[in-house]
């Protein structure tokens, strides 16, 4: 790196040359220290608020107190039909067919409902294939699936680990494990902890040439890396919409079926909102699914929860995944280089890029823990990162509002709260 960019005039030389849209977010004030807003490296966790979220989640509050009932027809944006105006900004984030796609619930609970599909077990393929490093939720799913489908989670569980001495999966030895007793594979498709991207399109290829069906946790891949999982061929997938989308804590989540299973003859757990939307108020008591991921539905949505996704997808459909996913690899290679002087701890992310997001996970050395560690950034030096406890330290420059001067904070806040 030029010298120049490591210094803090250097990095606002860099913002100015390579702005982001950090305008259309409400920055948290940082409460103390030397500038007056936080250096948010969070997204991963929670995204910033988009500020049009408040104005338009009002006007759809305020529809139902000028329409009541009425407001399921006639409001701006008529509720009955409401979800469907995320399908397709969410299609297009994830490389899905408007039809494959569906936005509803939260993460974990689409990840039941489309277990019920696809995780079908016999006694010769019954086994699930995880991360050792999964999220606990999908740890615990999965195990949950496996026991209610009559086996023991321990023999149903696949963990994959990294080689010893190795801090990330090699695709070659995640297909290695697809053995003939595999029947669901389900992996993050950028793992939480250690920020690794997965190769999803050759490891669905391995998956299905094993037997098995692929179905891909995109918690920390929507809005951070540039999907395509129809082309993909990817069975199905889900995820959530508060990280790198910025919908906000909880927001409903994503669900993706592709397009050779719909229509098909598989279980599905049903209600009113599974049927089709044509003959759904005939109130007929067999449901008439319709041969698109809205017969993954249950229950009629939540309006006010839908909106902050509606705005906040709208954002990304605005700027386009692969003009942010270029910024993410500008900004996070810029991160990385300034943390090669930092001797708090060693980033454990891949160092490739094509084999990564925007998170840079640190693991740190010596006696402190992550979570002090992410205490004195944010009070003492007004940096917001997360804590893995013991020892994980994951920083997320988002493309949409991080700044190469936020980085810049961080790996100063980092040199002096542990000098070499
Ligand atoms: C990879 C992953 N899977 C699952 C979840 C759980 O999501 P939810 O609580 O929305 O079901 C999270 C939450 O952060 C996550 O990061």
């Not at 040359?17 to 490296?41: I, K, T």
């Not at 490093?133 to 496996?146: E, I, K, T």
């Not at 790198?244 to 079926?257: M, S």
Request: charged share 20%; hydrophobic share 45%.
């Amino acid at each position: 790196m030029n010298p120049e960019s490591a210094t803090e005039h250097g990095a606002l030389e860099l913002d100015a040359a390579d702005p982001g849209h950090r305008e259309l977010f409400d920055v948290p004030p940082a409460q103390g220290g030397d500038y007056p807003e936080v250096a948010y490296f969070a997204g991963n966790s929670l995204g910033l608020r988009p500020k049009a979220t408040r104005t338009e989640l009002l006007e759809d509050l305020d529809a139902w107190a000028g329409l009541g009932v009425e407001g399921h027809l006639d409001a701006g944006r008529p509720w009955l039909p409401y979800h469907e105006l995320l399908t397709g900004p969410a299609a297009r984030l994830v490389g899905g067919l408007l039809a494959e796609t569906v936005v509803m619930n939260s993460l974990t609970v689409n990840l039941h409902l489309l277990m019920v599909s696809f995780y079908r077990p016999t006694r010769s393929r019954h086994r699930i294939v995880i991360e050792d490093s999964a999220f606990p939720s999908d740890s615990y799913a999965v195990r949950s699936q496996a026991r209610f489908h009559g086996y023991g989670a321990e023999d149903a569980i696949i963990r994959l680990r990294p080689r010893p001495g190795e801090d990330n999966l090699r695709t070659a030895d995640v297909v290695e494990q697809l053995s003939s007793d595999v029947a669901l594979v389900l992996l993050g498709g950028v793992n939480y902890l250690t920020g690794e991207l997965m190769d999803i399109p050759a490891i669905t290829t391995a998956g299905h040439a094993a037997g098995a069906i692929v179905g891909w946790d995109l918690a920390h891949a929507a809005g951070n890396v540039p999907l395509a999982l129809h082309e993909w061929d990817v069975d199905f997938a889900a995820w959530c919409s508060y990280k790198y989308l910025n919908a906000g804590p909880g927001a409903l989540a994503g669900a993706f079926v592709h397009e050779r299973h719909l229509g098909a003859d598989l279980p599905r757990f049903e209600g009113w909102w599974s049927t089709e939307a044509a003959t759904r108020f005939e109130m007929a008591p067999e449901s008439r699914p319709p041969a698109s991921a809205d017969a993954w539905q249950v229950s009629n949505p939540p309006i006010f929860s839908m909106s902050p996704v509606r705005t906040a997808l709208e954002i990304f459909d605005r700027i386009g995944m692969e003009t942010l996913r270029a910024r993410s690899l500008r900004l996070t290679a810029y991160l990385e280089r300034l943390l090669a002087g930092v001797t708090v701890g060693r980033v454990i992310t891949p160092a490739d890029p094509v084999r990564r997001g925007a998170q840079l996970s640190l693991r740190i050395g010596g006696s402190l823990r992550a979570g002090e560690l992410a205490k004195r950034l944010r009070f003492e030096y007004g940096v917001i990162a997360d804590a893995r406890e013991p020892d994980v330290l994951r920083l997320a420059p988002v493309p949409l509002y991080s700044t190469y001067h936020d980085c810049w904070r961080a790996a100063s806040a980092l040199t002096e709260v542990v000098p070499a």
